[in-house]
């Protein structure tokens, strides 16, 4: 099936895409018969996206949608990390510019980077890397690593999700949930499936609570779920070429 499988049942599923169609989007509701949890997802063939950080320093983001539409977007989600302030937490690196340094932390246990438009996502080893990106943000915890649920993760407190993935595949999305905690998110996109066969191989939370906010380009209003506050940097996908 292709919402998602084990213990999490699809209540209900809608999909969408870009006008290149290389933009997917879908909306699920997933159930476990103790909590409902609404899924917003965008995702690609990794070689097929454009995907980069958009970052506004001092001055923050009003919500997702205005980073989408300033950067042709066709669907974003709030980025990594930051402090009141508006100052990042961990590496951050937009349009090739590094605008925070790497940080070694616990939390930081995972790194999303772009190179020549094509995401990567992967676990943190402690060191900084020594070759040029395009983009880059610290973040964590991992979620999901080789389509099994990371241990240990905080399961008592629910909150609005947002996550990076890979599939097996080779596609790579960006997603928000509405809401769980840290040990449901992760079970429950260890067994989602992006289509018969294709489970999310690696998965990567980022900042969530009242920066959890996706939007994308179509006209089914659901797309759009802005978060409460302003956002230093945001996560935004688009068809390669576009």
């Not at 990794?46 to 669907?75: H, N, Y």
């Not at 990567?204 to 759009?224: K, Q, V, W, Y």
Request: net charge positive; with cysteine.
């Amino acid at each position: 099936m292709t919402a998602a499988q084990g213990a999490w049942r699809a209540a209900a599923q809608a999909d969408a895409a870009d006008v290149s169609g290389n933009v997917h989007f879908r909306k699920l509701t997933l159930e476990n018969g103790r909590t409902t949890v609404k899924l917003l997802l965008a995702f690609g063939d990794a070689t097929g996206l454009r995907c980069e950080i958009a970052a506004q320093v001092p001055q923050p983001f009003t919500s997702v949608r205005e980073a989408v539409e300033r950067t042709q977007g066709a669907a974003g989600v709030n980025g990594g990390y930051f402090q009141p302030d508006g100052q990042a937490v961990g590496w951050l690196v937009a349009n090739g510019v590094t605008l925070h340094r790497w940080e070694r932390a616990r939390l930081l246990s995972g790194v999303f980077w772009v190179q020549n438009g094509t995401p990567h996502l992967q676990r943190s080893d402690g060191q900084p890397f020594s070759f040029k990106v395009e983009g880059a943000v610290q973040s964590g915890p991992f979620l999901v690593d080789h389509a099994t649920p990371v241990s240990g993760l905080e399961a008592t407190r629910s909150a609005p999700r947002t996550f990076l993935y890979m599939s097996r595949q080779g596609r790579f999305g960006i997603g928000s949930a509405w809401s769980a905690t840290l040990a449901e998110t992760a079970s429950l996109l260890a067994g989602l499936e992006l289509s018969p066969g294709d489970r999310l191989d690696r998965c990567l939370n980022l900042d969530g609570g009242s920066s959890t906010a996706f939007f994308a380009r179509t006209p089914d209003p659901g797309f759009d779920a802005p978060g409460w506050a302003r956002l230093n940097n945001c996560v935004v996908i688009a068809a390669r070429g576009k």
